[in-house]
């Protein structure tokens, strides 16, 4: 790979079918892509002195519509979020880039177009931070492995969440499905024939925030940590068979228990329960809250595509504020 004018990274949001929460404590979790909501990211150096950053972000929507070539990055339409812009780790990540791959550190500019809305548990931080790095490999014409992107992306998610487990990483980087444990990824085939539709309750959560508080609970009461993390493995275990052999109807059980399992211990709110009522009602198998809670979204899971346009329409009339999707035969590689 040569060096280039300019470079472009992307990456796309997901959604955790099961186990967020107790994935940061080393238990299992699955998450799926949402390849249609994507994040761009053109670096180009500027004539800064060395590891300054500059971000802005673009207008919005431009990194889905048609491919573009590296040297056509749009010019700067909108600021880049200043209210959020020192807790996303981007300028650690660009440091530690520098750092990693040895390459002499100069200013560099960044043009972000994120399409995936912040705070939604959609992985809008670890999308940035993927997008970032593959944009800087190809500027300066490097070939960054997998485990080293991995690396790169976890130090902007430890300033935007504290202790991520890395599960966003990946899944924002992967075209299918995954199951992920302390750091260990397995991409699942998937025999389920259905649509997952994932609602967005319009009310940020904040996923550090959450993490924060189960962890407060957990210090207080041991003994619920233990529990938490048992049913949540059960969960996540029973799901990756219903999901490869194709038991939509067990699939939806188990969503919903992880649901009432998050719940529990204070993750859910009453937009997002509002909104899981909404699907169920209109026929969804099961369904839950995905990412680190306390708003954000809702993944449910309907049969067919007519189901899933009936639970598309009844959670637009609950509130949700956009929806988005996800056909399971887009899974094949
Ligand atoms: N468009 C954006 N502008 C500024 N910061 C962003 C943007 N998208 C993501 N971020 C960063 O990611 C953080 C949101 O990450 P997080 O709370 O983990 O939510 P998510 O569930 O989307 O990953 C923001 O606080 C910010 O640091
Ligand atoms: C709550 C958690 O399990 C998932 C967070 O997802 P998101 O950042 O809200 O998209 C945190 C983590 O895995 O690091």
């Known amino acids: 790979m040569n060096a280039s004018v300019v470079g472009e990274g992307r990456a796309h949001a997901k ?9 940061v404590y080393g238990a299992p979790a699955v998450a799926i892509p949402m390849r249609q909501v994507s994040v761009t990211v053109w670096a180009r150096r500027s004539g800064e002195p060395g590891g300054q950053v500059s971000l802005v972000n673009v207008a919005p929507g431009q990194a889905n519509t048609a491919d573009r070539r590296a040297d056509e990055a749009p010019a700067a339409a909108r600021l880049w979020d200043r209210s959020r812009e020192a807790d996303s780790g981007l300028h650690d990540l660009v440091a530690a880039f520098f750092r990693t791959t040895g390459i002499t550190a100069c200013g560099i500019d960044l043009s972000v177009d994120c399409a995936i809305p912040p ?8 999308a940035c931070g993927r997008a970032v790095v593959l944009a800087l490999a190809s500027l300066f014409g490097r070939i960054v492995d997998a485990d080293t992107v991995f690396d790169l992306v976890q130090t902007a998610e430890r300033v935007a969440h504290g202790s991520p487990s890395g599960v966003d990483t990946v899944a924002t980087g992967s075209p299918v499905p995954i199951w992920f444990q302390s750091g260990v990824t397995k991409e699942l085939s998937v025999g389920l024939d259905g649509v997952f539709v994932i609602a967005d309750s319009g009310v940020p959560g904040e996923t550090k925030a959450a993490v924060d508080m ?8 041991p003994a619920s940590r233990t529990r938490f993390l048992r049913r ?3 969960i996540t275990a029973s799901a990756v068979e219903d999901l490869t ?10 969503l919903t228990e992880n649901h009432e399992l998050l719940s529990e211990f204070g993750l859910s709110t009453a937009e997002l329960d509002r909104l899981l009522a909404a699907a169920l009602d209109a026929g969804c198998l ?6 680190g809670g306390l708003g954000g979204c809702v993944v449910v899971l309907a049969d067919s595509p007519e189901h899933a346009e009936r639970a598309t329409a009844a ?5 949700a504020t956009a929806t988005w999707s996800v056909p399971t035969g887009r899974f094949a590689n």
């Open 245 to 254: 052999l194709g038991r939509a109807g067990d699939l939806g059980r188990r």
């Open 315 to 319: 959670l637009r009339t609950a509130g």
């Open 214 to 221: 189960l962890r407060a609970r957990f210090e207080a009461d």
């Open 119 to 126: 705070g939604r548990g959609m992985g809008s931080s670890a």
């Open 15 to 23: 959604s955790i079918l099961c186990g967020e929460h107790a994935v």
């Open 232 to 234: 949540s493995s059960v």
């Open 286 to 291: 099961g369904g839950k809250l995905s990412g």
